[in-house]
């Protein structure tokens, strides 16, 4: 494809927004879609792309540039001329291509792609990080694993209609899905499309969501009837699998510390047909203490670290900081002591999180069994889901049941 220049320039305004004013990738991506309402969809495949491709190649592109942070437009440039070089394309004759050393730029990358924190692109101590949790043979493959683009994947809404159902809805527009058996509402796209923009999507037929995540709401074991509390709900991609799963049938309370995903959830169970839940946000632990003992079900899909879901946020590679890692630890260990009080006995609850390190997984749950109140329960199962053996985000999951 020949390089234009207002898909260009925006790219790279696009970059600095997100590299110097530490704005999230996905907001950028999605303001600068709107930019130019002619750009058909190759136009707008190839600026979203581009942005994501620099975004995860940051720090491998910006040493071959021998740019530093924070960026200077020419440095944005000069990083731009890399990620052209390495994918094939002609440079056209800008002003800003001008002495592009196209030989020097492949000899560095392939000197660079000898060392991992280059060839994978990331910060020093999250490799580190990932070396003293995973060993270098698990790291190694996982995080190559979490630099590849990820699937487009749907979880279908089985309130409304069944799989086969959707996936014929969406050929009907030309949109070809595949269903992979081990995950029974998930279907993958083929080729990436803007689901969003669809009646089906608009009707509630499906949610975006990733097929290891699609694993945590069955994990729960939950049956039509039952009272569940989701504890930190978000914008409800495990609430909304929660209430299919119950048929409309029972109660979800979902609860999270934020009114605005709230408002977000509210809004996706109105356009799924989810009537069974009812809201609440934790404004400190009377909240929570008024639900003691009153749950069949408790979902704790704890904040944390992201690590697992790189391939969707690349941008978590340069915002993330090792402070904030320990810093969530300890919320997820408050909140598994706080929040499992909600189960009655002979409860199931799960502690779930999208990172793949030890320490806020299986770890947590070992501390967890080990304290007083977690003598009160009992280790049914854990999953831990890595991208590298999945091809999907890296998860982890714990079902404990309360001792009666
Ligand atoms: C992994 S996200 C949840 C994703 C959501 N369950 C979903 O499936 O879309 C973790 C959530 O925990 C919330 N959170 C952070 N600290 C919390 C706390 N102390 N109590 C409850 N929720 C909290 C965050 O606002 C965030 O929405």
């Avoid at 704005?23 to 190839?46: I, P």
């Amino acid at each position: 494809m020949r390089l234009h220049k207002n898909l260009v320039f925006t790219v790279i305004d696009s970059i600095l927004a997100i590299f110097n004013d530490g704005e999230y990738a996905d907001k950028v991506v999605a303001r600068a879609l709107k930019k130019d309402k002619r750009w058909g969809s190759t136009d707008r495949k190839f600026v979203a792309e581009t942005i994501y491709e620099i975004v995860r190649w940051k720090r491998l592109y910006a040493e071959i540039a021998e740019v530093k942070d924070p960026f200077t437009r020419d440095d944005a440039w000069r990083i731009f001329a890399v990620w052209a070089v390495l994918r094939g394309h002609k440079l056209p004759d800008w002003k800003y291509f001008e002495n592009t050393p196209i030989r020097r730029i492949k000899g560095r990358f392939d000197e660079l792609s000898k060392i991992r924190v280059f060839r994978e692109s990331i910060p020093d101590w999250m490799d580190e990080l990932g070396l003293k949790e995973l060993g270098e043979k698990n790291w190694t493959k996982e995080i190559a694993a979490q630099n590849q683009q990820a699937d487009v994947i749907l979880r279908v809404n089985t309130l409304k209609a069944n799989r086969k159902q959707v996936h014929a809805m969406l050929m009907d527009l030309e949109i070809e899905t595949s269903m992979p058996d081990e995950y029974p509402d998930a279907l993958i796209l083929k080729e990436r499309a803007n689901v969003f923009l669809t009646d089906v999507f608009k009707n509630g037929y499906f949610e975006v969501q990733d097929a290891s995540s699609q694993l945590v709401a069955p994990f729960l074991e939950v049956q039509p009837g039952m009272r569940v509390v989701d504890t930190c709900a978000g914008a409800g991609g495990k609430t909304l699998h929660i209430a299919s799963l119950m048929q409309n049938k029972g109660q979800i309370i979902a609860m999270d510390i934020y009114e605005s995903k709230q408002k977000q959830l509210k809004l996706r169970a109105k356009r799924n047909g989810a009537f069974n839940i009812e809201y609440r946000i934790i404004e400190g632990t009377k909240t929570i203490k008024k639900l003691h003992d009153k749950a069949d079900r408790v979902l704790i899909d704890a904040p944390c670290s992201g690590l697992g879901v790189l391939k969707r946020n690349p941008d978590s590679k340069w915002k993330l900081k090792p402070e904030f890692i320990d810093e969530i630890r300890q919320t997820q260990e408050q909140i598994l002591l706080d929040y499992s009080k909600i189960l009655k006995p002979g409860g199931k609850m799960v502690y779930a999180t999208c990172s793949i390190l030890p320490s806020e997984n299986e770890e947590q749950i070992k501390k967890f069994l080990a304290s007083d109140w977690g003598k009160n329960f009992i280790f049914i199962k854990d999953q831990k889901i890595l991208a590298s053996t999945s091809a999907f985000d890296g998860f982890y999951m714990a079902l404990l049941e309360r001792k009666s």
